[in-house]
């Protein structure tokens, strides 16, 4: 079966730090990845996928970018946190669907709190 | 563009109490339709899912949602709330040709003993 990982599960930076956020998926080949934002009381904002290694659409300019070095690995990052980047970030992943969005599965999420 | 909307954004019902969580999309053709529960502090969970064919569809933790195209809704109903429902639910919509899934904002479900 499919699991996916996420770490750190909290974290608290100081404004000005870089950020690195990992998430890997187990159990499956070529997927789709995902990355998603969650404010406090909001819905989700997709901030970037992936459908290959290499591969990177950004959703919303801002200050984060996101890599995908390996097919299961995908990687969140930031070289100047804001105050704005604290949230609740989640990972996800789908199969590729066949003409048309597949079901997407989270990760359990990092709380990013940034001071 | 496609939308999600949830209109409720926070419900609250005492346990045993039916529940009805309304969401409504826009898209001009068949769109596959997504509910998802959040527990605070956790990641996503699909409830269930509707791609095509019966409209009336069945998750877990006893939910089900009815599709009605006239309508433009997805509906997701539980008759009877247990104290362990009380989450955020997602409604989302996909698309074909597409990747991605675009969600609502989410209702909070409150569950009083």
């Known amino acids: 079966s499919q699991t996916i990982h996420q770490w750190p599960a909290t974290l608290v930076q100081p404004v000005g730090s870089p950020l690195s956020l990992e998430c890997t998926v187990e159990?499956?080949?070529?997927?789709?990845l995902y990355w998603y934002r969650q404010a406090a009381g909001r819905g989700l904002q997709l901030l970037f996928y992936s459908v290959g290694i290499g591969q990177i659409s950004s959703e919303v300019p801002q200050n984060l970018s996101a890599s995908r070095p390996q097919d299961r690995q995908f990687i969140l990052s930031s070289k100047k946190l804001l105050l704005s980047d604290s949230g609740f970030y989640l990972c996800a992943w789908s199969d590729k669907g066949t003409g048309g969005a597949d079901t997407q599965y989270f990760g359990p999420g990092t709380r990013l709190t940034v001071l | 563009a496609q939308s999600v909307t949830q209109p409720d954004i926070h419900i609250t019902v005492s346990e045993g109490a039916s529940l009805e969580l309304r969401c409504n999309y826009s898209y001009g053709a068949t769109p596959y339709l997504f509910w998802y529960v959040q527990s605070p502090g956790q990641g996503l969970q699909l409830l269930l899912k509707y791609f095509s064919g019966d409209t009336l569809v069945q998750g877990i933790k006893g939910f089900e949602a009815e599709f009605k195209r006239s309508q433009s809704s997805f509906n997701l109903r539980k008759p009877s709330v247990h104290w362990s429902d009380a989450a955020e639910y997602f409604c989302a919509v996909g698309a074909q040709n597409t990747d991605k899934l675009i969600f609502g904002t989410g209702t909070r479900l409150q569950v009083f003993p």
């Open positions: 159990g499956t080949s070529n997927p789709n």
